[in-house]
C-alpha cells in the first residue's frame, strides 16, 4: 500500500511537484486536492491552507508542511496539537528575496526615489553621492532569509545590523536582541529592512513609536509581513519627514482598495507581494530531503516551533 503525499495549493506548481516525486520518489502516491484517494493512507500534506478537521479528515497526518515560506496563515489552534508543521525553506525564496532587498536598499541609498521624482518636475539636479559604507543597513529578523540579505548587503560595504528576538552570530554584522536592544539597533540605523515572521508580538510593529527611534529620513524596506504596519503611523512618518522614502511588497489586506493612500503616496513604491516565490521544482526537491530526514529520525529543515510561531 503506497503513502499518499497530498499538494494543495495552486495545481499549475503541484504539477511540477508531481514530476519531481514521480522521478525522485515513484513509491509514493503524489495526489494534487481535490483527488485525495483514500484518507486514511494520507501521511504528508503541503499546504497554503489546509482543509479544516485535518485530525478526523486524514487519521494518519504526520507531517503539515506549508507550500510558502510563511506559516502565519495557519490557524495553529485548529491544527491537530502534536502535528509537525514545517515552513518552506528553499533556495528560490532566497535568492529572490536577496535580490529585491538588494534593489530596494540600494535605489534608496542612490536617491533614486528623489530622482523620479526630479524627473516628473523636468528638474536635472545632482545629488550627494555617500558610499555605501556611511549608509547604516539594519535588518529586522535574523532567520535564514535576513541572514543571506545581510551576506550580500556585507559584500556591498554597508555597514551592517540585525536584530531578533533571540541572540545570533553573523559575520561581518552587528547583532542586537530583545527589547532591550531595539532602540540602539533603530537609532544607527538608516535604512531599515523589515524581514519579521508574523505573530501576536510582531503584529503592528511598524509603528510611530519604532519610526520615532530611527534616524530623521531613514528608508523602510518591508517585506515582512502587512499586518506588521500601522499604516497612519507610516503615513504620519513620512509627512513629517522621519521616514523619508518607503518600499512595501507586503499590505494589510492584499490588494490593497483602490481609495487607499498608498497607492499615489510620492514617497511609497508599492509591489504587489513579489520580493520571493517559492520556485516549485527546487521545493519539490527541499520537501522530498525532509520526508528523507523525517523517515531516518532527523530534525527536519524549517520545522515550527510552536511557542514562537515560525
Known amino acids: 500500500m503506497k503513502t499518499t503525499f497530498l499538494?494543495?495549493?495552486?495545481?499549475?506548481?503541484?504539477?511540477?511537484?508531481?514530476?519531481?516525486f514521480r522521478r525522485r520518489a515513484p513509491d509514493i502516491d503524489f495526489r494534487i486536492w481535490p483527488d485525495i484517494g483514500d484518507p486514511a493512507q494520507v501521511r504528508f500534506l503541503a499546504a497554503w491552507e489546509p482543509p479544516d478537521d485535518l485530525a478526523t479528515r486524514f487519521p494518519d497526518l504526520q507531517v503539515l508542511f506549508s507550500s510558502g515560506a510563511g506559516v502565519d496563515q495557519f490557524d495553529f489552534a485548529s491544527l491537530p496539537p502534536a502535528l509537525p508543521v514545517?515552513?518552506?525553506?528553499?533556495?528560490?525564496?532566497?535568492?529572490?528575496?536577496v535580490e529585491y532587498?538588494?534593489?530596494?536598499?540600494?535605489?534608496?541609498?542612490?536617491?533614486?526615489?528623489?530622482?523620479?521624482?526630479?524627473?516628473?518636475?523636468?528638474?536635472?539636479?545632482?545629488?550627494?553621492?555617500?558610499?555605501?559604507?556611511?549608509?547604516?543597513?539594519?535588518?529586522?529578523?535574523?532567520?535564514?532569509?535576513?541572514?543571506?540579505?545581510?551576506?550580500?548587503?556585507v559584500a556591498l560595504g554597508f555597514d551592517c545590523a540585525g536584530w531578533s528576538r533571540s541572540r545570533h552570530a553573523v559575520?561581518?554584522?552587528?547583532c542586537h536582541a530583545g527589547a532591550d536592544e531595539l532602540p540602539a539597533f533603530l537609532a544607527r540605523t538608516d535604512i531599515l529592512v523589515c524581514l519579521l515572521p508574523l505573530t501576536d508580538s510582531t503584529r503592528g510593529f511598524l509603528d510611530a513609536r519604532l519610526f520615532s527611534l530611527l534616524p530623521p529620513g531613514a528608508g523602510l524596506v518591508h517585506v515582512g509581513r502587512g499586518p506588521q504596519l500601522v499604516d497612519a503611523d507610516l503615513l504620519g512618518a513620512l509627512a513629517s519627514g522621519q521616514i523619508g522614502?518607503?518600499?512595501?511588497?507586503?499590505?494589510?489586506?492584499?490588494?490593497?482598495?483602490?481609495?487607499?493612500?498608498?497607492?499615489r503616496h510620492p514617497r511609497i513604491q508599492l509591489?504587489?507581494?513579489?520580493?520571493?516565490?517559492?520556485?516549485?521544482l527546487s521545493a519539490a526537491e527541499v520537501v522530498l530531503d525532509n520526508l528523507a530526514r523525517f523517515e531516518a529520525g532527523k530534525p527536519m529543515v524549517g520545522l515550527v516551533d510552536r511557542a514562537r510561531g515560525y
Open 271 to 280: 509591489t504587489p507581494h513579489i520580493a520571493s516565490m517559492t520556485q516549485p
Open 171 to 174: 559575520d561581518g554584522v552587528q
Open 7 to 20: 499538494y494543495k495549493s495552486d495545481p499549475a506548481r503541484g504539477r511540477l511537484w508531481a514530476d519531481v
Open 86 to 97: 514545517v515552513r518552506m525553506v528553499e533556495p528560490g525564496i532566497v535568492r529572490g528575496m
Open 245 to 263: 522614502d518607503a518600499v512595501l511588497d507586503v499590505t494589510d489586506p492584499e490588494p490593497l482598495p483602490p481609495e487607499h493612500d498608498f497607492w
Open 101 to 153: 532587498v538588494t534593489h530596494a536598499v540600494l535605489g534608496l541609498h542612490r536617491d533614486m526615489p528623489q530622482y523620479r521624482r526630479q524627473q516628473q518636475e523636468g528638474l536635472w539636479k545632482p545629488l550627494t553621492v555617500r558610499p555605501a559604507s556611511e549608509r547604516r543597513i539594519g535588518v529586522l529578523g535574523l532567520g535564514s532569509l535576513g541572514q543571506a540579505v545581510l551576506a550580500q548587503l
